[in-house]
């Protein structure tokens, strides 16, 4: 899905037209890099029409694969092994155990974690059989050291390949995303589970590739206009011919992207003062299939969240909400959206512990069925998130515990296939019931 046609790109290619058409990629490819001006999601559209766009142009002869920019320089800095080895461990024993524990005589098919876990464990001990007393003798430190070894193993697997850590093999050293990578930003929410490798966008899974932060430089020149257009090595792959490739990394290259028309410099200024929907528009892009933001303000959207949320007390994120002003920042802006909240928080009402969370005026409500009241009464048909269902049932369970223990009713819909947890007040107003009822036969 690029959010043009074969036809479109046909066009935009044609002799007439080309030139006019990378002076409007170039200044679409200044807003593909404003992060703090457009959403993530949206950001990858652009990447999207820009590798198309240049695809169609080198088929066509306009352009020449001039240079390969080295990045396997980079490789590993957003790699996590001692990181990874503990919380794999941790997780592959304590699945162990129950494997362990809930073995019987009879012959039961395994899952895929079970799977999973019981290969894991004859790799390290050498043994086929999983009996509860070797498990309790299996010590944490083993399976850590032999899990980071076998971590280091693929990264220099890797490093010499040049080709992607497999995705397999980390499964089954029992890893997960969040356990091993630098993810940032708040696009993914339960990357905790072996099998969620494949709810990585590209801009994630390139860092378990040593080339990942390798380019291809294109070449434009004519009389009137000169461009240099970077693209990622493995998307550059798939049309530039393999030996032409081979070539210019024998001769890496440095380069920078730049564009001049008529012997002026296109600038990042210019090009941000011209509306990226105003580009899109004259390439015939179609906006609302290749934008799930639909290319909305971020910056007007951080000022708004910013102040609704200062209006509460604590001015803390619900853990299970979806915070997408926080996208792709890095440490030192997140400090700075930190700095900035805690100056707002200053001017508004604290909230006490026993305040509902749904409200922005203070004011304590007692546990039990008066919060039942209050809800029904005030926030009559809204569902509730993690952080007012936990107020509700006055827990202080972490967010994992709590929804193992009170299983939320369904996850709203959302573009990359989750999304922020919903309890229905009937199904809360039932455990506590429930609650009650147990705590009157103690």
């Not at 058409?21 to 820009?50: C, M, P, S, V």
């Not at 707002?344 to 409500?365: A, E, K, N, Q, V």
């Not at 926030?379 to 929804?403: V, Y």
Request: glycine content about 4%; proline content about 4%; hydrophobic content about 40%.
């Amino acid at each position: 899905m690029t959010g043009l046609t074969a036809s479109q790109l046909e066009q935009l290619c044609q002799a007439s037209q080309i030139e006019k058409t990378l002076r409007l990629l170039f200044a679409l490819n200044h807003w593909a890099k404003a992060r703090e001006r457009l959403f993530f999601a949206d950001r990858q559209g652009l990447y999207l029409i820009k590798a198309a766009i240049l695809q169609r142009a080198y088929t066509l002869d306009w352009l020449t694969a001039r240079a390969y920019i080295d990045g396997k320089e980079g490789f590993g800095a957003d790699l996590s092994f001692e990181i990874a080895a503990d919380i794999a461990a941790e997780g592959f024993l304590w699945r162990l155990e129950e494997l362990a524990t809930s073995a019987t005589s009879e012959q039961v098919q395994e899952n895929d974690y079970e799977r999973v876990v019981h290969q894991l464990y004859t790799r390290i001990t050498g043994k086929a059989s999983i009996l509860i007393e070797e498990v309790e003798a299996l010590e944490m430190a083993r399976v850590h050291d032999y899990i980071l070894a076998c971590l280091q193993e693929l990264e220099d697997e890797a490093r010499t390949s040049k080709q992607p850590i497999a995705v397999s093999k980390l499964i089954a050293l029992c890893i997960a995303p969040s356990d091993l990578l630098t993810i940032q930003d708040r696009r993914y929410y339960d990357l905790g589970d072996w099998y969620s490798w494949d709810e990585l966008d590209a801009s994630d899974r390139r860092k378990l590739d040593p080339e990942g932060l390798s380019l291809i430089a294109f070449d434009y020149t004519s009389s009137d206009a000169h461009y240099i257009f970077h693209l990622p090595l493995r998307i550059a792959e798939a049309f530039v011919p393999g030996d032409q490739i081979a070539a210019l990394k024998r001769t890496p290259w440095s380069s920078r992207e730049s564009g001049e028309y008529f012997g002026r410099p296109i600038t990042e200024i210019e090009s941000l003062q011209q509306p990226i929907t105003s580009i899109l528009d004259e390439l015939g892009v179609d906006i609302q299939a290749l934008c799930p933001r639909q290319l909305s303000d971020k910056e007007d959207f951080l000022c708004s969240q910013t102040a609704r949320r200062a209006a509460w007390s604590d001015v803390t994120f619900d853990e299970d909400e979806e915070f997408d002003e926080n996208e792709d920042m890095d440490i030192t802006e997140m400090a700075a959206r930190w700095h900035q909240i805690e100056q707002l928080s200053r001017l508004t009402t604290r909230r006490g512990p026993d305040s509902c969370p749904g409200c922005l005026l203070p004011g304590d409500i007692a546990p039990g069925l008066t919060r039942v009241e209050h809800w029904q009464q005030v926030h009559c048909d809204q569902d509730l998130t993690f952080s007012q269902a936990s107020w509700m049932l006055n827990c202080s369970l972490a967010k994992k515990i709590f929804c193992e223990h009170y299983p939320p009713d369904y996850r709203a819909p959302h573009e990359h296939g989750y999304g922020t947890r919903y309890w229905q007040l009937a199904t809360l107003q039932g455990w506590m019931q429930e609650k009650a009822e147990q705590d009157s036969q103690i």
